[in-house]
């Protein structure tokens, strides 16, 4: 068996290593953005204004409470009748598959995140906030300037472990047609009726992906605690 997987890992490396560029990418790109939805959703889940609060509270309960091979589909399906995506190969990646996907996974980690970047906000201390406003600022300004500088300790190291996740659970976009790590998988099992085998090479890809990203978020937390020290 660890024959077989070594001959594997030689003979169809390029194609482990194109859906492994493939995973890395929309895994980052995906985290990213849904980083960026998370803040605005955490904005508005504290907002004063109730409805932005009813509507952010909504949003992330529908997602984190329906599995995200459902929201990748549905999101295929329905925007599909909306819009037409572009018929046009990016880095070898088909936009028209590709664009559903990193939306899909974009809504997805943006509602975790948001509670994430929601409870690093709260964690800090309620006085923080009254000290920045009796110097006069604003509210924006106090948690643009005090705030927020002090939740980061907390939010960054938790977006990085996001990273980790979204590696996993990229594996679901082989059922579009992606060409991740699975979907090489499939390709190779096809050609060598290996099964078994293509299997073990991609759960050891994904162990090596997570290795070094949880190893390089480590050192990465350690030099922001050194920052805020």
Partial sequence: MIEKIIDMLVSYGPFFWKGTKVTVLLSLNSVVLGAILAIILAFMKMSKYKILSRISSLYVDIIRGTPLIVQLWIVYLQLSKFITFPDVMIGGMDMTRYIPCLIALTMNSGAYVSEIIRGGILSVDKGQTEAARSLGMSHWMSMRLVILPQATRTIL???????????????????LGIAD????????ATITYSILPSYYVAAIIYLALNIISTRGLKIWERKLQRAYN
């Fill in 157 to 175: 190291p938790a977006i990085g472990n996001e990273l980790v996740t979204m590696i996993k659970e990229t594996a679901i976009i082989q059922y």
């Fill in 181 to 188: 790590i699975m979907y090489s998988r499939n390709t190779v």
